[in-house]
């Protein structure tokens, strides 16, 4: 297992913002984006990084707030914001096409990152320009793409009230690996893990700013009708690889998505929860392979 010291180590820096972003790439070939899930970082994909860097161009990076990245404390995060250190990285890359491979929060920023490339991508000056990567493919894992169908764990309710800030102040691993073990399948999420977790989310006192990371969730229903009528007009290729034991966005959510998308492709990993990436990552890539085989 490749544990957050060495990923840290194996990773570079840019800067947005005056705030250092921490981002990783390895491999050639087309360029793979990985983003990552609330609240954890890059390291969620640390269990099939070489398997899709063995195919790809592959680039991790940490959100602002998030992992090993900078985490100021006075700073209005937003899902748009996101967005924006999205496309200041892939011009720090000069990175001009990419395929995006998205877990839950990810999933958010995912969906703005499509709605910008379906405005722009008629607009000779901007793809004379370069200004923003072709967007080829997208392959989604469980997460909040329909905020009607998104069932808030307790605790993510009371973080986003009023309550948040002073609950932020009794996180601890503890407490957070309680959450963990409801978002997981019947295997459920070992100590190893968790202590990896851990490690990424309280750099820079992370695990004090959940109830300002958690505005993802009002963000997903003020756009509600851009960020799901992206999904249903793009001719970009989508894929939902999901884990129906997911209490947040499992089986209820893939099913839903079946109904809203046209000509959806979904695939069911059974036994698996929020986490596929990490619960069953032979089939998550064997799943996502499958899913580019089908574009040639």
Same mark, same amino acid.
């Given at each position: ?33 990985? @983003?990552?899930?609330? /609240? ?7 269990? @099939? ?22 985490? /100021? ?17 892939? $011009? ?20 703005? @990152? ?12 901007? &793809? ?12 989604? &894992? ?28 009794? $996180? ?71 884990? /129906? ?17 046209? $000509? ?33």
């Amino acid at each position: 297992m490749i544990t957050p010291r060495q990923w840290h180590a194996a990773g570079s820096h840019f800067t947005y913002k005056t705030h250092q972003i921490f981002y990783r790439t390895e491999g050639k070939g087309e360029t793979l984006v990985l @983003i990552h899930e609330f /609240p954890t970082s890059s390291w969620d994909w640390h269990k @099939i990084w070489r398997q899709l860097a063995e195919k790809y161009r592959v680039i991790g990076f940490d959100m602002i707030g998030f992992g090993l990245s900078d985490k /100021p404390r006075r700073y209005s995060y937003s899902i748009h914001d996101q967005a924006n250190l999205f496309e200041a990285l892939m $011009n720090h890359l000069e990175i001009t096409q990419c395929h995006l491979l998205v877990h839950d929060y990810g999933n958010t920023v995912a969906q703005e @990152i499509l709605a910008r490339w379906e405005e722009r991508k008629n607009e000779t000056q901007a &793809l004379e320009s370069r200004s923003f990567p072709i967007i080829k493919s997208i392959c989604f &894992l469980n997460g909040g793409l329909f905020p009607e169908m998104h069932r808030a764990l307790l605790v993510q309710k009371l973080m986003k009230s009023p309550l948040g800030v002073l609950l932020t102040k009794f $996180n601890n691993k503890a407490r957070l690996k309680k959450s963990f073990e409801k978002l997981y399948g019947p295997k459920g999420i070992d100590d190893v893990e968790m202590d990896g977790f851990w490690e990424t989310i309280q750099y820079q006192n992370g695990h004090r700013l959940f109830h300002k990371l958690i505005h993802y969730i009002e963000d997903r229903r003020q756009n509600r009708e851009r960020w799901v009528g992206v999904l249903q007009q793009t001719s970009v290729p989508l894929r939902l690889i999901n884990g /129906p034991e997911d209490p947040v966005s499992g089986r209820h959510l893939a099913d839903y998505y079946q109904q809203m998308i046209p $000509n959806p492709d979904v695939v069911i990993i059974n036994g698996a929860g929020h986490y596929p990436q990490n619960e069953a990552p032979e089939e998550v890539v064997k799943h996502y392979f499958e899913f580019r085989q089908k574009q040639h």
